[in-house]
Each structure stands twice: as structure tokens, then as C-alpha cells.
């Protein structure tokens, strides 16, 4: 069964400081890992998106890392502001099982207090 | 900017009604999904459809159905609302083709049924 297993389940940190969320999983044949921020009360948004081939993707003060022999995948935030206080959760999907097949990790949330 | 919206954010139903969820895309977007989201256990697919008229089950679709007369619409059905049924709602789009295309969500329905 595919899974995907997100640590840790919440972190609080001070604004300013950096962090790192992980996301282990299972699927296989993989086809691309996304990393979405979810703020309390609106949708998942998308920050980043990594194909197989990739091992790194930033979006601003956000950097997605994957691994693809060790199934494992990071997300770094730089100097983190209060506004990154939200859930973040990891998505993974496997190749040529069409768009529904998606695995949801259960999410890290964080918070940054000043 | 992709908009997904959703008919309401919040609902209170009772048990028994045939209760509609409403969700409409801007981007032409030939996905679209249905999810539920539970504390602990993630975002949850209940059905998909990848055309108009077209649809396929997700995760969990038991007392769910789904209706996509036209493109930029997607509905989902309880048939006859359970209390077991009391969850945030999230529908999202994404354009078909390549895999690494990211998921457009809503600010989701707050569901309750008493």
C-alpha cells in the first residue's frame, strides 16, 4: 500500500529561525512529489513540485529537496516569518495511474511565534 | 490566478438529507477532485472526474456521488446525510497531460450533519 509518513506532526519555532519538514514514502514507480501550505481555515496551496529527475526546487524562502533512492523528501524554510504558521503537507504520486491516485501525507504544523 | 470556489464554507445539515456541495473552475481545468479532510487522517479522495460526464471513485466514495454535467463544474452528493459525514470539504482542479501539474483547491465546505 502507498504511503506517505510526515515528521514532525508539529514543530514550534521562533520567527527568524530556519526549519526542516520530512516526508517518507512509499510509492512506487514514483512520478512526482509536491509540497503544499495550508493555512487555517483556506485550501492547500502549492509551493513546490519535483519530478523524479529533480533533487532540489525553491520557491523563495522555501526549498524542497528529494532523494529518489532513499524515497525521502525535505522542505527547508529560511528565516521564517509568523506568516508561515500553517500545516504543511507532502503529496506524492505514482507514474502512468492517471491524476487520482495521490497519496496525502497526514501534514507537519507549524508555528512560528515571535 | 486559478480560482476554485466553493459553493459554502459553512453547512449544517440533518441526518437523512440529500445534502449538494458546489464546485466551480475558472481555468478550464479538465480534473477535478473531491476530498475530505479529517485531524489525523489527511486529505482523503472520495471521487474524480477527468471529463465532463466522466467520473471514477476514489478512496472513499460509500455515500458519495458525484455529478459533472458541464467543464467547469463538479458537485458532490450525499445521498442521505450520516453524522459520520461531519468533515471540511476540499475540491480542487488541474489541467490533464503532464503528471507535475499542481492541484487548484478551494477553501473548502465545513460540514456539519446533527
Known amino acids: 500500500k502507498n504511503q506517505v509518513e510526515q515528521s514532525p506532526q508539529s514543530l514550534i519555532i521562533l520567527e527568524g529561525k530556519n526549519c526542516t519538514l520530512q516526508c517518507n514514502y512509499t510509492v512506487s514507480p514514483f512520478s512526482n512529489l509536491r509540497w503544499y501550505k495550508q493555512d487555517t481555515g483556506r485550501g492547500p496551496v502549492s509551493l513546490t513540485i519535483m519530478t523524479f529527475s529533480e533533487n532540489t526546487k525553491s520557491n523563495g524562502r522555501y526549498t524542497a529537496t528529494l532523494d529518489a533512492d532513499t524515497k525521502q523528501s525535505s522542505l527547508h524554510i529560511t528565516a521564517s516569518q509568523l506568516s508561515d504558521s500553517a500545516s504543511y503537507i507532502c503529496?506524492?504520486?505514482?507514474?502512468?495511474?492517471?491524476?487520482?491516485?495521490?497519496?496525502f501525507g497526514d501534514g507537519t504544523t507549524l508555528t512560528v511565534k515571535p | 490566478d486559478v480560482k476554485v470556489t466553493q459553493s459554502s464554507r459553512y453547512l449544517v445539515k440533518r441526518t437523512g438529507e440529500k445534502v449538494f456541495l458546489e464546485c466551480v473552475q475558472d481555468?478550464?481545468?479538465?480534473?477535478m477532485f473531491w476530498y475530505r479532510q479529517d485531524p489525523g487522517l489527511g486529505l482523503r479522495l472520495i471521487y474524480f472526474s477527468y471529463d465532463v460526464k466522466m467520473k471514477e471513485k476514489g478512496d472513499i466514495p460509500e455515500g458519495y456521488s458525484v455529478s459533472r454535467e458541464k467543464k467547469e463544474r463538479f458537485s458532490l452528493i450525499l445521498e442521505s446525510a450520516s453524522t459520520s459525514q461531519t468533515s471540511m470539504y476540499l475540491c480542487a482542479s488541474s489541467s490533464q497531460g503532464a503528471d507535475n501539474q499542481p492541484q487548484h483547491f478551494g477553501d473548502g465546505t465545513r460540514l456539519s450533519i446533527l
Open positions: 481555468m478550464d481545468h479538465e480534473n
Open positions: 503529496v506524492v504520486s505514482p507514474r502512468l495511474t492517471g491524476a487520482g491516485k495521490s497519496t
